[in-house]
T-cell receptor, first 112, second 115 residues
């Protein structure tokens, strides 16, 4: 099955700086890569996703890049704000599967 | 739309008791999932369903059972509760057709403690 590794496990950044989280996946058939944000005590919520036919996608201060050859994808958050503090999960889905494989999560803390 | 709803929000069980966690979605999604999230950890898939009458095991199914008699409902049954089942349980749903795959929407979670 698909195996997703996520790094780093914790990330502390100064407000206004950028944050980058990286994930690698094992199954070259994976074609869907979402990122979820989970605030303390809340449910995970999708913040951005990318499909394998696209190399980069942006939505305001967040962006995701995908390198299919190297089998890794990254989340970039620019101009971080205190409300960006949360746990972020990456995931991957092989084209022949019904389920997502999640990374272990990255706890992001934005220092004021 | 209410989205994905779960009941109860909190529950304390004694070892050996049984209970059913309820999950309902009103988005006409064909796929539904149950995850558990232990403190400070990621999401582990317990069971999933690709449509009414069809269920399959995820990576941690032992001690749980599911059924999917309707598109809307996907209850999770815990038999003989054990302290190792203390966790937060999330139900999720998504819609997929023709090979495309879309966002999983999560419910608010059920926090279960087994003492």
């Amino acid at each position: 099955g698909e195996n997703v590794e996520q790094h780093p496990s914790t990330l502390s950044v100064q407000e206004g700086d950028s944050a980058v989280i990286k994930c690698t996946y094992s199954d070259s058939a994976s074609n869907y890569f979402p990122w979820y944000k989970q605030e303390l005590g809340k449910r995970p919520q999708l913040i951005i996703d990318i499909r394998s036919n696209v190399g980069e996608k942006k939505d305001q201060r967040i962006a995701v890049t995908l390198n299919k050859t190297a089998k890794h994808f990254s989340l970039h958050i620019t101009e971080t704000q205190p409300e960006d503090s949360a746990v972020y999960f990456c995931a991957a889905r092989p084209s022949n599967d019904y389920k997502l494989s999640f990374g272990a999560g990255t706890t992001v803390t934005v220092r004021a | 739309n209410a989205g994905v709803t779960q009941t109860p929000k909190f529950r304390i069980l004694k070892i050996g008791q049984s209970m059913t966690l309820q999950c309902t979605q009103d988005m006409n999604h064909n796929y539904m999932y149950w995850y558990r999230q232990d403190p400070g950890m990621g999401l582990k898939l317990i069971y999933y369903s690709v449509g009414a009458g069809i269920t399959d095991k995820g990576e941690v199914p032992n001690g749980y059972n599911v059924s999917r008699s309707t598109t809307e409902d996907f209850p999770l049954r815990l038999e003989l509760a054990a302290p190792s089942q203390t966790s937060v349980y999330f139900c999720a749903s998504s819609y997929s057709q023709g090979g495309s795959y879309n966002e999983q929407f999560f419910g608010p979670g059920t926090r279960l403690t087994v003492l």
